[in-house]
């Protein structure tokens, strides 16, 4: 079993930028598949990005391409999304989560087995 713990939510104006992190105890995440999720007031929970085991496959939703970078760091159990160019409808709760893998991503929230608590980021127009 796998903790994830998210940071580094907060305010933001339009336009400026923030890293949320997740830190995973328990088990180290290097045969995890890991991914990031958000879920807005009356919305649903969506797929923000995804990284395989070794870091070189990622994917990302098309309203946060080229903006977003997810990234991991095995040996210290962290994985980062490095949020640019922020918009107000990119305010939202954000999740991080984990699932056993060979190699790939997974992009379907019900893939995922463990989730951390989220992380509020709200961005101010």
């Known amino acids: 079993q796998v903790q994830l713990l998210e940071s580094g939510g907060g305010l933001v104006q339009a336009g400026g930028s923030l890293r949320l992190s997740c830190g995973a105890s328990g088990r180290t995440i290097s045969r995890y598949a890991m991914g990031w999720f958000r879920q807005a007031p009356g919305k649903e929970r969506e797929i923000v990005a995804a990284i395989g085991r070794s870091g070189t496959s990622t994917y990302y939703a098309v309203s946060v391409k080229g903006r977003f970078t997810i990234s991991r760091d095995n040996a210290q159990s962290t994985v980062y999304l490095q949020m640019n160019s922020l918009k107000s409808e990119d305010t939202a709760v954000y999740y991080c989560?984990?699932?056993?893998?060979?190699?790939?991503?997974?992009?379907?929230?019900?893939?995922?087995?463990?989730w951390g608590q989220g992380t509020q980021v709200t961005v101010s127009s």
């Open positions: 989560a984990a699932r056993p893998s060979s190699s790939d991503y997974y992009i379907i929230a019900g893939e995922y087995n463990y």
